[in-house]
């Protein structure tokens, strides 16, 4: 009897794995359909993007300086025991380009803009706005969800690329100006050593996967929240977790396939 316990609760588990692995591949399926009606009112996700990404830079930019900072301090220190303190520049920028930025920048992202777009749908579905939609036979998924997923898939290699750039600029700071670092070999070393494809290009890839990522998990946990204030908060708390652990298994293969060949 404890056997056939074990494995009737393991189908059980099982079948609801598939179950929500085969909702969200419909969800998402239905959200790539609902893409050209977005495009073709691009005016909303222009709207999209200033409320997603223009309210980010501030938290962007701050960490991003905070990062470099750390990044020329700790190379420095490493780099100096030996004698290669001039590649300073070029550790700053491949550790920003090919991992920090796209993955801190994501971090960011689904706490800042994710919780955002969850707390937003939820509202919008426990305020009865989603249904009343369906009653006008407006598709919410259309109206509502398509633009802000474009919106997110086009801010997130912004916002990554502004991370990566203020934070070289915050290794500039502390290894030129504050330990005295030739400025000339700070740059040159970096020119030399960062390729655009095989290291800008895979970064800007890298947060390309992170923001559709971020945003549908976002946009689903909203769209499926409870209609209640606690089931609203309870899908912007899943937001975060199943986002941040989505961006660093990502991570971890996107950084497989991309630099295991290099």
């Given at each position: 009897m404890r056997l056939l316990d074990f494995v009737q609760r393991l189908g059980s588990i099982s079948l609801q794995i598939l179950r929500a692995l085969g909702h969200?591949?419909?969800?998402?399926?239905?959200?790539?359909?609902s893409l050209p009606s977005a495009l073709r009112r691009f005016f909303l996700v222009v709207a999209q993007i200033h409320a997603i990404g223009n309210y980010s830079l501030v938290i962007i930019v701050a960490s991003g300086m905070a990062v470099g900072f750390v990044l020329g301090l700790q190379g420095y220190y490493t780099l100096s025991r030996y004698g290669a303190a001039e590649s300073l520049g070029l550790l700053v920028?491949?550790?920003?380009?090919?991992?920090?930025?796209?993955?801190v920048t994501a971090l960011l992202y689904a706490g800042r803009?994710?919780?955002?777009?969850?707390?937003?749908?939820?509202?919008?579905?426990?305020?009865e706005q989603l249904a009343?939609?369906?009653?006008?036979?407006v598709d919410p998924k259309q109206r509502v969800l398509a633009p802000r997923?474009?919106?997110?898939?086009?801010?997130?290699?912004?916002?990554?690329?502004?991370?990566?750039?203020?934070g070289i600029f915050g290794g500039y700071i502390v290894g030129v100006l504050l330990i005295g670092i030739d400025a000339g070999q700070f740059w040159s070393q970096m020119q030399?050593?960062?390729?655009?494809?095989?290291?800008?290009?895979?970064?800007?890839?890298?947060?390309?996967?992170?923001?559709?990522?971020?945003?549908?998990?976002?946009?689903?946990?909203?769209?499926?929240a409870q209609a209640t204030p606690e089931g609203v908060a309870q899908a912007t708390t899943r937001t975060v977790v199943i986002s941040s652990l989505a961006i660093l298994l990502l991570d971890f293969v996107l950084t497989a396939l991309m630099f295991s060949s290099l």
């Open positions: 969200h591949a419909t969800f998402f399926a239905e959200l790539m359909k920028a491949l550790s920003l380009v090919r991992e920090l930025g796209p993955v803009a994710g919780t955002s777009l969850t707390a937003e749908i939820g509202l919008m579905k426990a305020g009343a939609m369906e009653m006008m036979a997923f474009v919106g997110g898939i086009i801010v997130m290699p912004l916002l990554a690329a502004m991370f990566s750039a203020v030399n050593g960062v390729h655009v494809f095989d290291d800008v290009g895979n970064g800007i890839v890298k947060s390309f996967v992170f923001g559709v990522a971020c945003t549908f998990v976002a946009l689903y946990q909203g769209y499926e």
